[in-house]
């Protein structure tokens, strides 16, 4: 089965914190793709990154960060000195052989000026 | 990156009535193209997927004759909710496949369905 976990429903920190999103995967394919969206109050769905199952290299751009562990099939992302408008709805989804997108229930991040 | 564009973007309808929904990817032929269906404060769930000249292949639990998806061309896709209740009120998301890559699907931005 595939599966996508993310257990934090809601996070709230203050702006300039760090924070990460945890993402927990379930595949028996040996060839999938990871990715994070985010989701803002408009509701359409921002690209932010995509990892396959053969790239566990870490990835920073700007102030965000992702952590790719097969080891224990996760796929954590960091924002850096987070902002106001960081807030939003992030979801991690997991795609494999049959195309079709598998999404967590998503993390609401609040980012308190 | 490629575009993929939906409208409308925000329908209010009255029960019983239906409403059709449309998704184009703009710049990129779509074979296959996927509809979701997202309740507030909830994730994406897939309702079908929409292959091009071919019948769509619907999910478990979603009703086939009440979500009609037509994919006429390799760049329309049309979701049409017929008979819409309160219940179906809910945001809609349509992506397209990118053929010429083995994972990229591009999201559009979405329908927000009001049914009074």
């Known amino acids: 089965a595939q599966k996508v976990t993310q257990a934090q429903t809601e996070i709230s920190v203050v702006e300039k914190e760090d924070v990460t999103l945890d993402c927990v995967y379930e595949?028996?394919?040996?060839?999938?793709?990871l990715f994070w969206y985010k989701q803002p109050p408009s509701g359409e769905l921002v690209f932010l990154i995509r990892r396959n199952s053969f790239d566990e290299q870490n990835e920073i751009s700007g102030r965000y960060s992702w952590n790719f562990q097969k080891s224990t099939s996760s796929f954590n992302f960091t924002i850096t000195a987070s902002q106001v408008v960081d807030s939003a709805v992030y979801f991690c989804a997991l795609l494999s052989g049959t195309y079709k997108y598998i999404f967590g229930t998503g993390t609401r991040l609040k980012v308190l000026a | 990156g490629a575009v993929v564009s939906q409208h409308p973007s925000r329908v209010i309808c009255k029960s019983g009535t239906s409403v059709k929904i449309e998704c184009r990817s703009l710049?990129?032929?779509?074979?296959?193209m996927f509809w979701y269906r997202q309740f507030p404060k909830q994730s994406l769930m897939l309702m079908a997927t929409?292959?091009?000249?071919?019948?769509?292949?619907?999910e478990q639990g979603v009703e086939k004759d009440k979500f009609l998806i037509n994919h006429a061309s390799l760049t329309l896709s049309t979701l049409t909710v017929t008979s819409a209740h309160p219940e179906d009120s809910s945001f809609y998301i349509c992506s397209a496949r990118d053929p010429s890559s083995s994972y990229e699907q591009y999201f559009g931005p979405g329908t927000r369905l009001t049914v009074t």
């Open positions: 595949t028996r394919d040996t060839t999938y793709y």
């Open positions: 929409s292959n091009e000249g071919s019948k769509a292949t619907y």
């Open positions: 710049d990129f032929q779509a074979t296959t």
